[in-house]
C-alpha cells in the first residue's frame, strides 16, 4: 500500500464522491440502504486509518492526503443520515441500534457534530503531525460516542 498521494487524483475522487452523494435520495430509495451505510462506515473507517498511521509514524506525513481524508469522512457523514429509511431497522447484520429510529434528533446532533468536526479538521488543514494528531483527537471522539449510543454489537 502507498501512502504518497498526489493531490489531483483525490480531488478527482472527491468529486465523484460528491457526485455520488448526489443521486443519494433516489439510490437510498431503490438501493439497498443497509448496506450503503455499511460501506460508507467502511470508508470511514478507511480515512481513519490512514490518518492514524500518519499519526503514529506509520506512514509520512501529507498535508494534501490528511486534508483529502478528513473532506471524505465529511462527505460521509453527510451522505450515513440519509440512509436509515422506515423499513432498513433490521436485516442484512446492521449494527444500527433500534435507537436511531426512535431517537432520531440525537442521532442527527451526533451526525451534526461529526460533520461539523470532520470540516473543521479540513479547514484547519493540519501541517504537521502534532496539529494533525489534535484533529485526529477531535473527530476520533465522534466515533466512539455514537457507537456507544446508537451501534448495537452483532
Ligand atoms: C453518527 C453516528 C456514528 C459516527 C459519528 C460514527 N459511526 Fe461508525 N457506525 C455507526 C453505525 C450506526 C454503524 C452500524 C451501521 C449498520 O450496520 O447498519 C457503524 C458502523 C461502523 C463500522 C462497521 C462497518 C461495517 O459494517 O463493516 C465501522 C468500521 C465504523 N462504524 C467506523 C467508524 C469510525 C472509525 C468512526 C469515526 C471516525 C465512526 N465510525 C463514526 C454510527 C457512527
Sequence with gaps: MR???SS???LSALALAAAGAAVLPATA???D???ERQQVMKDVGRQSRTLNQMVKG???FDA???VAAFQAMNQDA????TLFPEGSETGGNTEASPDI???RSEFQEHLDKFAADTAAAAAAAPQDVAALSEQFRVVGGNCRSCHEDFRVDN
Design 78 to 81: 453527510q451522505r450515513f443520515g
Design 33 to 35: 440502504p443497509i448496506a
Design 3 to 5: 501512502f504518497r498521494f
Design 29 to 31: 430509495q431503490n438501493g
Design 58 to 60: 506509520e506512514a509520512p
Design 8 to 10: 489531483v487524483p483525490l
Design 101 to 103: 429510529w426512535t431517537n
Design 64 to 66: 494534501a492526503a490528511a
